[in-house]
Protein backbone atom coordinates (compact mmCIF):
# COMPACT_ATOMS: atom_id res chain seq x y z
CA UNK A 1 0.00 0.00 0.00
CA UNK A 2 2.67 2.56 0.68
CA UNK A 3 4.53 1.21 -2.38
CA UNK A 4 0.62 2.21 -4.68
CA UNK A 5 0.60 5.66 -2.12
CA UNK A 6 4.00 6.52 -4.12
CA UNK A 7 2.81 5.69 -7.40
CA UNK A 8 0.02 7.78 -7.11
CA UNK A 9 1.92 10.54 -6.34
CA UNK A 10 4.42 9.64 -9.49
CA UNK A 11 1.38 10.16 -11.92
CA UNK A 12 0.84 13.32 -10.25
CA UNK A 13 3.99 15.46 -9.93
CA UNK A 14 5.52 14.51 -12.36
CA UNK A 15 3.34 12.21 -14.46
CA UNK A 16 -0.10 14.52 -14.49
CA UNK A 17 2.43 17.81 -14.41
CA UNK A 18 4.33 16.91 -17.58
CA UNK A 19 1.84 15.58 -19.61
CA UNK A 20 -0.37 18.84 -19.28
CA UNK A 21 2.34 20.52 -19.14
CA UNK A 22 3.68 19.55 -22.86
CA UNK A 23 0.31 20.46 -23.72
CA UNK A 24 0.21 23.92 -23.46
CA UNK A 25 2.08 26.78 -25.14
CA UNK A 26 5.80 27.64 -23.74
CA UNK A 27 4.52 30.73 -22.04
CA UNK A 28 2.31 29.01 -20.10
CA UNK A 29 4.54 25.47 -19.40
CA UNK A 30 5.73 26.67 -15.67
CA UNK A 31 2.12 28.07 -14.78
CA UNK A 32 0.88 24.39 -15.09
CA UNK A 33 3.74 23.13 -13.34
CA UNK A 34 3.26 25.21 -10.30
CA UNK A 35 -0.68 24.85 -10.67
CA UNK A 36 -0.57 21.29 -10.83
CA UNK A 37 1.97 20.56 -7.68
CA UNK A 38 0.88 23.34 -5.25
CA UNK A 39 -2.39 22.44 -5.62
CA UNK A 40 -1.49 18.37 -5.24
CA UNK A 41 0.30 20.10 -1.76
CA UNK A 42 -2.14 21.91 -0.62
CA UNK A 43 -4.93 19.47 -1.12
CA UNK A 44 -2.32 17.11 1.08
CA UNK A 45 -2.55 19.34 3.90
CA UNK A 46 -6.06 19.60 3.78
CA UNK A 47 -6.68 16.09 3.62
CA UNK A 48 -4.69 15.09 6.92
CA UNK A 49 -6.46 18.28 8.37
CA UNK A 50 -10.35 17.86 7.73
CA UNK A 51 -11.30 15.70 4.40
CA UNK A 52 -9.62 12.74 5.25
CA UNK A 53 -12.29 12.87 8.42
CA UNK A 54 -15.29 14.18 6.27
CA UNK A 55 -14.66 11.27 3.63
CA UNK A 56 -13.90 8.18 5.88
CA UNK A 57 -15.68 8.61 9.50
CA UNK A 58 -19.48 7.69 10.18
CA UNK A 59 -21.52 10.51 9.37
CA UNK A 60 -24.52 10.49 6.87
CA UNK A 61 -25.14 9.01 4.03
CA UNK A 62 -23.42 12.52 2.24
CA UNK A 63 -20.39 13.44 4.50
CA UNK A 64 -18.31 11.98 7.13
CA UNK A 65 -17.82 13.37 10.82
CA UNK A 66 -15.27 15.12 12.45
CA UNK A 67 -13.82 11.53 14.60
CA UNK A 68 -10.15 11.99 12.20
CA UNK A 69 -10.06 16.33 12.54
CA UNK A 70 -6.30 17.03 12.51
CA UNK A 71 -5.79 12.59 12.45
CA UNK A 72 -7.20 12.76 15.66
CA UNK A 73 -7.18 8.68 17.29
CA UNK A 74 -5.15 7.40 14.18
CA UNK A 75 -2.09 6.82 16.59
CA UNK A 76 -1.44 6.70 20.03
CA UNK A 77 3.02 7.98 20.21
CA UNK A 78 2.81 7.41 23.90
CA UNK A 79 1.53 3.95 23.42
CA UNK A 80 3.51 3.41 20.29
CA UNK A 81 0.26 2.06 18.79
CA UNK A 82 -1.72 2.32 15.53
CA UNK A 83 -5.77 2.37 14.64
CA UNK A 84 -6.26 -0.70 11.64
CA UNK A 85 -8.25 0.09 8.41
CA UNK A 86 -10.53 -2.45 7.29
CA UNK A 87 -9.51 -4.36 3.83
CA UNK A 88 -12.01 -6.39 1.81
CA UNK A 89 -11.88 -9.39 3.70
CA UNK A 90 -12.63 -10.12 7.17
CA UNK A 91 -10.08 -10.08 9.35
CA UNK A 92 -7.68 -8.48 7.29
CA UNK A 93 -6.38 -5.12 8.03
CA UNK A 94 -3.71 -2.25 7.01
CA UNK A 95 -2.48 0.61 9.40
CA UNK A 96 -5.59 3.30 9.25
CA UNK A 97 -2.28 5.55 8.60
CA UNK A 98 -1.30 4.30 5.34
CA UNK A 99 -4.88 3.67 3.98
CA UNK A 100 -5.49 8.16 5.14
CA UNK A 101 -1.95 8.65 3.37
CA UNK A 102 -2.65 6.82 -0.05
CA UNK A 103 -6.56 8.31 -0.50
CA UNK A 104 -5.01 11.37 -0.13
CA UNK A 105 -2.85 10.79 -3.20
CA UNK A 106 -6.25 10.32 -4.61
CA UNK A 107 -7.54 13.88 -3.19
CA UNK A 108 -4.92 15.53 -4.93
CA UNK A 109 -4.46 14.09 -8.03
CA UNK A 110 -8.50 14.91 -8.74
CA UNK A 111 -8.42 18.44 -7.93
CA UNK A 112 -5.25 18.56 -10.29
CA UNK A 113 -6.86 17.29 -12.88
CA UNK A 114 -8.91 20.34 -13.00
CA UNK A 115 -6.62 22.85 -13.84
CA UNK A 116 -6.19 21.20 -17.52
CA UNK A 117 -9.94 22.66 -18.35
CA UNK A 118 -9.10 26.21 -18.47
CA UNK A 119 -5.27 26.38 -18.45
CA UNK A 120 -3.37 29.49 -19.72
CA UNK A 121 -6.12 32.14 -18.42
CA UNK A 122 -6.88 31.71 -14.94
CA UNK A 123 -5.31 33.74 -11.89
CA UNK A 124 -2.98 31.34 -9.52
CA UNK A 125 -4.69 32.21 -6.63
CA UNK A 126 -7.97 31.39 -8.38
CA UNK A 127 -6.98 28.26 -8.55
CA UNK A 128 -5.89 27.49 -4.59
CA UNK A 129 -9.14 29.26 -4.08
CA UNK A 130 -11.18 27.30 -5.78
CA UNK A 131 -9.42 23.96 -5.38
CA UNK A 132 -10.36 24.34 -1.57
CA UNK A 133 -13.90 25.26 -1.77
CA UNK A 134 -14.69 22.30 -4.48
CA UNK A 135 -12.80 19.73 -2.19
CA UNK A 136 -13.94 20.64 0.74
CA UNK A 137 -17.93 20.58 -1.02
CA UNK A 138 -17.60 17.86 -3.77
CA UNK A 139 -14.25 15.71 -3.34
CA UNK A 140 -15.04 14.65 0.11
CA UNK A 141 -18.75 14.18 -0.01
CA UNK A 142 -18.78 12.10 -2.79
CA UNK A 143 -15.88 10.06 -1.74
CA UNK A 144 -18.28 9.33 1.22
CA UNK A 145 -20.87 8.34 -0.50
CA UNK A 146 -19.40 6.46 -3.03
CA UNK A 147 -16.33 4.44 -0.37
CA UNK A 148 -17.77 4.39 2.52
CA UNK A 149 -18.62 1.69 4.77
CA UNK A 150 -18.19 0.34 8.00
CA UNK A 151 -16.10 -2.58 6.70
CA UNK A 152 -17.02 -6.44 6.77
CA UNK A 153 -16.53 -7.25 10.02
CA UNK A 154 -18.74 -4.93 11.34
CA UNK A 155 -21.10 -7.96 9.34
CA UNK A 156 -20.77 -10.00 12.01
CA UNK A 157 -24.71 -11.47 11.77
CA UNK A 158 -27.65 -11.39 9.60
CA UNK A 159 -29.54 -9.42 12.36
CA UNK A 160 -27.04 -6.21 12.04
CA UNK A 161 -27.17 -6.34 8.09
CA UNK A 162 -29.73 -3.57 7.68
CA UNK A 163 -28.29 -1.21 10.36
CA UNK A 164 -24.26 -1.12 8.96
CA UNK A 165 -25.41 -0.56 5.40
CA UNK A 166 -27.92 2.67 6.47
CA UNK A 167 -24.25 3.86 7.88
CA UNK A 168 -22.49 3.59 4.40
CA UNK A 169 -22.82 6.38 1.97
CA UNK A 170 -25.15 6.93 -0.05
CA UNK A 171 -24.01 5.43 -3.48
CA UNK A 172 -22.50 2.69 -1.95
CA UNK A 173 -26.07 1.68 -0.58
CA UNK A 174 -27.45 1.79 -3.54
CA UNK A 175 -25.36 -0.96 -4.72
CA UNK A 176 -22.65 1.37 -7.44
CA UNK A 177 -19.61 -0.36 -8.42
CA UNK A 178 -16.28 1.73 -8.55
CA UNK A 179 -13.02 0.13 -7.80
CA UNK A 180 -10.86 2.67 -8.05
CA UNK A 181 -12.66 6.26 -9.04
CA UNK A 182 -14.53 6.46 -12.13
CA UNK A 183 -17.17 8.62 -10.28
CA UNK A 184 -15.47 9.94 -7.13
CA UNK A 185 -12.21 10.90 -9.44
CA UNK A 186 -12.93 11.28 -13.03
CA UNK A 187 -16.51 12.34 -13.33
CA UNK A 188 -15.97 14.36 -10.52
CA UNK A 189 -13.02 16.54 -11.71
CA UNK A 190 -14.29 16.59 -15.12
CA UNK A 191 -17.69 18.17 -14.32
CA UNK A 192 -15.68 20.68 -12.44
CA UNK A 193 -13.95 21.56 -15.45
CA UNK A 194 -16.05 22.17 -18.01
CA UNK A 195 -18.54 24.13 -15.58
CA UNK A 196 -15.18 26.43 -15.13
CA UNK A 197 -13.79 26.59 -18.42
CA UNK A 198 -17.73 27.92 -19.46
CA UNK A 199 -17.76 30.22 -16.27
CA UNK A 200 -13.96 31.13 -16.98
CA UNK A 201 -14.33 31.51 -20.91
CA UNK A 202 -12.60 31.22 -24.21
CA UNK A 203 -8.76 31.84 -24.10
CA UNK A 204 -7.77 35.15 -26.19
CA UNK A 205 -7.63 34.27 -29.34
CA UNK A 206 -9.30 30.75 -29.19
CA UNK A 207 -9.85 29.56 -32.85
CA UNK A 208 -8.10 32.50 -34.37
CA UNK A 209 -4.58 32.13 -33.13
CA UNK A 210 -2.62 28.64 -33.43
CA UNK A 211 -2.03 27.27 -30.02
CA UNK A 212 -0.52 23.81 -30.31
CA UNK A 213 0.92 21.77 -28.05
CA UNK A 214 4.76 23.23 -27.38
CA UNK A 215 6.06 19.50 -26.16
CA UNK A 216 4.81 16.55 -27.30
CA UNK A 217 7.81 15.25 -26.09
CA UNK A 218 7.12 16.19 -22.33
CA UNK A 219 3.67 14.85 -22.78
CA UNK A 220 4.41 11.51 -24.06
CA UNK A 221 6.92 10.89 -20.82
CA UNK A 222 3.73 12.39 -18.86
CA UNK A 223 1.83 9.82 -20.47
CA UNK A 224 4.29 7.14 -19.54
CA UNK A 225 4.54 7.66 -15.96
CA UNK A 226 0.40 8.16 -15.76
CA UNK A 227 0.39 4.82 -16.92
CA UNK A 228 2.80 3.13 -14.53
CA UNK A 229 2.01 5.16 -11.76
CA UNK A 230 -2.02 4.03 -12.47
CA UNK A 231 -1.01 0.33 -11.63
CA UNK A 232 -0.59 2.15 -7.62
CA UNK A 233 -4.12 3.71 -8.56
CA UNK A 234 -5.96 0.75 -9.41
CA UNK A 235 -4.52 -2.35 -7.99
CA UNK A 236 -3.96 -0.84 -4.26
CA UNK A 237 -7.33 0.03 -4.44
CA UNK A 238 -7.79 -3.35 -3.93
CA UNK A 239 -6.23 -2.40 -0.17
CA UNK A 240 -4.59 -6.16 -0.22
CA UNK A 241 -2.26 -8.24 -2.28
CA UNK A 242 -4.30 -10.54 -3.94
CA UNK A 243 -6.11 -11.88 -6.57
CA UNK A 244 -8.17 -9.28 -6.97
CA UNK A 245 -5.59 -6.59 -7.21
CA UNK A 246 -3.83 -9.23 -9.52
CA UNK A 247 -7.01 -8.58 -12.02
CA UNK A 248 -7.22 -4.72 -11.72
CA UNK A 249 -3.52 -4.52 -12.14
CA UNK A 250 -3.80 -6.74 -15.54
CA UNK A 251 -7.12 -4.81 -16.49
CA UNK A 252 -4.57 -1.47 -16.24
CA UNK A 253 -2.18 -3.29 -18.81
CA UNK A 254 -4.81 -4.34 -21.11
CA UNK A 255 -7.86 -1.90 -21.13
CA UNK A 256 -4.91 1.03 -21.83
CA UNK A 257 -3.42 -0.76 -24.43
CA UNK A 258 -6.56 -1.28 -25.95
CA UNK A 259 -7.50 2.26 -26.10
CA UNK A 260 -4.43 3.25 -27.67
CA UNK A 261 -4.61 0.90 -30.57
CA UNK A 262 -8.57 2.22 -30.81
CA UNK A 263 -7.21 6.02 -30.78
CA UNK A 264 -4.89 5.66 -33.75
CA UNK A 265 -6.98 3.58 -35.74
CA UNK A 266 -10.08 6.07 -35.37
CA UNK A 267 -7.19 9.12 -36.22
CA UNK A 268 -6.13 7.13 -38.74
CA UNK A 269 -9.78 6.94 -40.10
CA UNK A 270 -10.50 10.57 -39.23
CA UNK A 271 -7.27 11.87 -40.71
CA UNK A 272 -5.88 9.87 -42.42
CA UNK A 273 -2.26 9.85 -39.87
CA UNK A 274 -2.11 8.51 -36.42
CA UNK A 275 -0.53 10.91 -34.05
CA UNK A 276 2.34 10.59 -30.83
CA UNK A 277 -0.62 12.82 -29.05
CA UNK A 278 -2.75 11.01 -30.10
CA UNK A 279 -1.69 7.65 -28.49
CA UNK A 280 -0.75 9.27 -25.31
CA UNK A 281 -4.08 10.62 -25.13
CA UNK A 282 -5.69 7.40 -25.83
CA UNK A 283 -3.50 5.81 -22.91
CA UNK A 284 -5.12 8.50 -20.83
CA UNK A 285 -8.91 7.67 -22.00
CA UNK A 286 -8.34 3.71 -21.30
CA UNK A 287 -6.29 4.57 -17.90
CA UNK A 288 -10.19 6.53 -16.91
CA UNK A 289 -12.24 3.98 -18.40
CA UNK A 290 -11.15 0.87 -16.55
CA UNK A 291 -10.67 2.85 -12.93
CA UNK A 292 -14.10 2.14 -12.07
CA UNK A 293 -14.13 -1.16 -13.42
CA UNK A 294 -10.05 -2.62 -12.36
CA UNK A 295 -11.63 -5.39 -10.19
CA UNK A 296 -14.92 -5.61 -10.96
CA UNK A 297 -14.48 -6.69 -14.76
CA UNK A 298 -12.59 -9.95 -16.14
CA UNK A 299 -9.89 -9.37 -18.66
CA UNK A 300 -11.85 -9.86 -21.92
CA UNK A 301 -14.29 -6.99 -20.27
CA UNK A 302 -11.26 -4.79 -19.61
CA UNK A 303 -9.96 -5.02 -23.25
CA UNK A 304 -13.27 -4.29 -24.65
CA UNK A 305 -13.81 -1.32 -21.98
CA UNK A 306 -10.03 0.03 -23.37
CA UNK A 307 -11.02 -0.29 -27.18
CA UNK A 308 -14.33 1.47 -26.84
CA UNK A 309 -12.64 4.24 -24.45
CA UNK A 310 -10.15 4.83 -27.32
CA UNK A 311 -13.28 5.84 -29.46
CA UNK A 312 -15.45 7.24 -27.40
CA UNK A 313 -12.67 9.69 -26.31
CA UNK A 314 -11.81 10.59 -29.27
CA UNK A 315 -15.15 11.50 -30.15
CA UNK A 316 -15.02 13.52 -26.92
CA UNK A 317 -12.39 15.70 -28.05
CA UNK A 318 -13.30 16.14 -31.41
CA UNK A 319 -17.18 15.64 -31.87
CA UNK A 320 -18.79 16.34 -28.54
CA UNK A 321 -16.21 19.18 -27.66
CA UNK A 322 -17.56 21.24 -30.75
CA UNK A 323 -21.14 20.65 -29.69
CA UNK A 324 -20.30 22.33 -25.81
CA UNK A 325 -18.21 24.97 -27.56
CA UNK A 326 -16.18 25.51 -24.38
CA UNK A 327 -13.04 26.06 -24.65
CA UNK A 328 -11.76 22.97 -22.24
CA UNK A 329 -8.29 23.56 -23.05
CA UNK A 330 -6.93 20.51 -22.77
CA UNK A 331 -9.90 18.00 -22.91
CA UNK A 332 -10.63 17.19 -19.19
CA UNK A 333 -14.01 16.55 -19.84
CA UNK A 334 -13.29 15.12 -23.26
CA UNK A 335 -11.11 12.62 -21.67
CA UNK A 336 -11.95 12.22 -18.29
CA UNK A 337 -15.73 12.93 -18.31
CA UNK A 338 -16.47 10.38 -21.39
CA UNK A 339 -13.86 7.86 -20.49
CA UNK A 340 -15.49 8.42 -16.69
CA UNK A 341 -19.06 7.73 -17.77
CA UNK A 342 -18.49 4.81 -20.04
CA UNK A 343 -15.99 2.83 -17.66
CA UNK A 344 -18.98 3.89 -14.95
CA UNK A 345 -21.77 2.56 -16.89
CA UNK A 346 -19.47 -0.80 -18.48
CA UNK A 347 -18.82 -1.88 -15.00
CA UNK A 348 -22.52 -2.38 -14.57
CA UNK A 349 -22.41 -5.12 -17.57
CA UNK A 350 -18.81 -6.60 -17.52
CA UNK A 351 -18.97 -7.57 -13.79
CA UNK A 352 -21.55 -10.11 -14.99
CA UNK A 353 -20.63 -13.22 -14.32
CA UNK A 354 -21.70 -14.43 -17.71
CA UNK A 355 -19.48 -11.91 -19.10
CA UNK A 356 -16.09 -13.28 -17.06
CA UNK A 357 -16.73 -10.68 -14.36
CA UNK A 358 -16.11 -11.49 -10.45
CA UNK A 359 -20.07 -10.27 -9.96
CA UNK A 360 -20.10 -8.75 -6.10
CA UNK A 361 -20.52 -9.83 -3.20
CA UNK A 362 -23.97 -9.94 -1.53
CA UNK A 363 -23.72 -11.52 1.20
CA UNK A 364 -21.04 -9.79 3.57
CA UNK A 365 -22.46 -12.12 6.65
CA UNK A 366 -21.14 -15.44 4.58
CA UNK A 367 -18.63 -13.33 1.97
CA UNK A 368 -20.43 -15.44 -0.61
CA UNK A 369 -20.14 -14.44 -4.51
CA UNK A 370 -23.90 -13.55 -6.18
CA UNK A 371 -24.69 -16.69 -8.46
CA UNK A 372 -24.58 -16.09 -11.74
CA UNK A 373 -28.37 -16.53 -12.56
CA UNK A 374 -28.91 -14.05 -10.25
CA UNK A 375 -26.89 -10.94 -11.65
CA UNK A 376 -29.20 -8.41 -13.99
CA UNK A 377 -26.88 -6.42 -16.09
CA UNK A 378 -29.83 -3.99 -16.20
CA UNK A 379 -30.03 -3.95 -12.74
CA UNK A 380 -26.55 -3.07 -12.01
CA UNK A 381 -26.39 -0.40 -15.20
CA UNK A 382 -29.26 1.71 -13.51
CA UNK A 383 -27.55 1.68 -10.13
CA UNK A 384 -24.35 2.56 -12.14
CA UNK A 385 -26.34 5.61 -14.19
CA UNK A 386 -28.04 6.53 -10.60
CA UNK A 387 -24.45 7.06 -9.80
CA UNK A 388 -23.17 8.84 -12.00
CA UNK A 389 -26.01 11.66 -12.50
CA UNK A 390 -25.76 12.12 -8.36
CA UNK A 391 -22.04 13.00 -9.23
CA UNK A 392 -22.76 14.87 -12.17
CA UNK A 393 -24.82 17.27 -10.25
CA UNK A 394 -23.40 17.43 -7.15
CA UNK A 395 -20.18 18.36 -8.77
CA UNK A 396 -21.62 20.92 -11.25
CA UNK A 397 -23.65 22.60 -8.61
CA UNK A 398 -20.34 22.78 -6.12
CA UNK A 399 -17.90 23.87 -8.72
CA UNK A 400 -20.73 26.51 -10.21
CA UNK A 401 -20.84 28.20 -6.79
CA UNK A 402 -17.08 28.20 -6.18
CA UNK A 403 -16.27 29.59 -9.27
CA UNK A 404 -18.35 32.62 -8.43
CA UNK A 405 -16.88 32.74 -4.77
CA UNK A 406 -13.34 33.12 -6.00
CA UNK A 407 -14.49 35.61 -9.01
CA UNK A 408 -16.61 37.54 -6.45
CA UNK A 409 -12.93 37.45 -4.19
CA UNK A 410 -9.85 37.14 -5.42
CA UNK A 411 -11.17 37.47 -9.38
CA UNK A 412 -10.92 33.91 -11.76
CA UNK A 413 -9.16 35.54 -14.79
CA UNK A 414 -5.64 37.15 -15.33
CA UNK A 415 -6.43 40.43 -17.94
CA UNK A 416 -5.67 40.01 -21.73
CA UNK A 417 -2.35 41.90 -21.42
CA UNK A 418 -1.00 39.39 -19.20
CA UNK A 419 -2.86 36.47 -20.92
CA UNK A 420 -1.10 37.35 -24.13
CA UNK A 421 2.19 37.73 -22.40
CA UNK A 422 2.24 34.38 -20.66
CA UNK A 423 1.43 32.97 -17.12
CA UNK A 424 4.79 32.12 -16.59
CA UNK A 425 6.03 35.87 -16.42
CA UNK A 426 2.78 37.41 -15.48
CA UNK A 427 1.82 35.39 -12.56
CA UNK A 428 5.53 33.80 -11.65
CA UNK A 429 8.09 35.84 -13.05
CA UNK A 430 10.24 33.08 -14.34
CA UNK A 431 10.01 31.32 -17.69
CA UNK A 432 10.60 27.24 -18.60
CA UNK A 433 13.21 27.76 -21.19
CA UNK A 434 15.92 30.37 -22.15
CA UNK A 435 15.54 32.16 -25.17
Request: glycine share 14%; hydrophobic share 55%.
Amino acid sequence: MMLSTLLVIMMTVPGLALFYGGLVRSKNMLSVLMQVMVTFSMIIVLWFIYGYSLAFTEGNAYVGGFDRLFMKGIWDNAAGTFANAATFSKGVYIPEIVFAAFQATFAGITCCLIVGAFAERIKFSAVLLFSALWFTFSYAPIAHMVWFWMGPDAYSGKEVVDAMNAKAGLIWQWGALDFAGGTVVHINAAVAGLVGAFMIGKRVGYGKEAMAPHSLTLTMVGASLLWVGWFGFNAGSALEANGFAALAFINTLGATAAAVLAWCVGEALMKGKASMLGAASGAVAGLVAITPAAGNVGIGGGLVIGFLAGFACLWGVHGLKKILGADDTLDVFGVHGVGGILGALLTGVFNSPSLGGPSTVADWVSAGMTPADAYSVGAQVWIQLKAVILTIVWSGVVAAISYKIVDLTVGLRVTEEEEREGLDISSHGETAYNR
